[in-house]
């Protein structure tokens, strides 16, 4: 089973029914949708090779020339900067578009629930959620919406009773916070660091080698290029690595992620575990006995 474990629906760009139609062709069971966090980002070419260059520099001998040039990304007025142009970043992402086509499309989509701790109260909105079916956990973007990973304690105490996975993409605020404080304190709690732990690569790898309860996703070419890739795979081994786009923002569509995997020349068992099994086995516990797959997902015919 091939599952996408990270895409942003905005359907400005794709709706669920264009996306749908590529997921066949490509022979993706399951894509795992996101709500849009920001205005619809078109990527050049010259973004993606500044972009690409500066997630290597942050595996150097000094990342933080790296992590400066990242964190000028995002502005204290709310927009993300991608080589002179501004986008503008939604501070409540919206989840019921995202609802909204799991329902229209059950078996072929799940969901993460964004949340953020500093536009609203997010175990409110968890509880509001957390009975409706498609939901698989939790994500959550302190980069673009700029606050510490502490923030989060109560996101991942009330993920972790509920054996919701929580989906991370970090962040450069100041006071940011240890993640390794928060892969301690709860031991229960499966978190997935997103883009390969981007910006802290080396950092987060050695956290998922000594937590048993933490991995990394692949997700986006230019976090996580063809070296990266290489790199985070051979750091922590197939059994801690899931497969993702983040959609539509990647630009390059499923075949081109699909070859980056099988040129890593893994056995087919390890392959699988990339493509959707490690994701599959995480959430299980979450979607329990909820109708979340209500159809029959697409045999594997690649």
């Known amino acids: 089973m091939i599952v996408d474990a990270h895409y942003h629906l905005d359907p400005s760009i794709e709706t669920a029914r264009q996306l749908i139609a590529r997921m066949d062709r490509s022979a993706v069971q399951i894509t795992c949708l996101i709500a849009a966090l920001v205005q619809p980002i078109k990527i050049s070419w010259f973004a993606r090779f500044f972009g690409s ?12 020339i790296g992590r400066f040039f990242c964190a000028r990304m995002v502005t204290s007025d709310g927009h993300v900067r991608i080589v002179g142009r501004r986008y503008r970043v939604y501070r409540l992402p919206d ?18 629930l964004t949340v953020n701790p500093v536009a609203n109260d997010p175990i409110q ?9 498609g939901w698989i956990g939790v994500k959550t973007h302190p980069f673009l ?14 993920c972790q009773e509920r054996s919701w996975p929580l989906l991370i993409h970090l962040g450069l605020a100041r006071k940011d916070g240890d993640i390794t404080n928060l892969s301690a304190r709860y031991p229960r709690l499966a ?25 990394i996703d692949l997700s986006n070419p230019i976090y996580v290029d063809h070296l990266i890739l290489r790199k985070a795979v051979h750091a922590v081994g197939p059994a801690r690595c899931i497969w993702g786009t983040d959609g539509p923002y990647d630009g390059l569509g499923y075949d081109h992620s699909l070859i980056a995997i099988e040129r890593l020349g893994l056995s087919g068992g390890d392959s699988d575990r990339i ?16 109708q979340c797959l209500q159809s029959s997902p697409l045999p594997y015919t690649r």
């Open 125 to 133: 909105q968890l509880e509001q959620c957390k009975d409706q079916p």
């Open 53 to 64: 260059i500066m997630t290597r520099s942050m595996l150097g001998p000094m990342p933080q």
């Open 145 to 158: 919406h700029r606050y510490s990973i502490c923030r989060l304690d109560a996101v991942a105490q009330w």
């Open 275 to 290: 493509l959707g099994q490690n994701l599959m086995d995480i959430i299980q516990p979450t979607l329990g006995n909820r």
């Open 95 to 112: 989840n019921a578009a995202v609802e909204r086509a799991v329902k229209a499309f059950p078996g072929r989509f799940l969901a993460w």
């Open 191 to 215: 978190i997935i660091y997103a883009h390969a732990g981007v910006p802290f690569f080396e950092k987060t790898w050695r956290l998922v080698r000594r937590y048993k309860h933490v991995w």
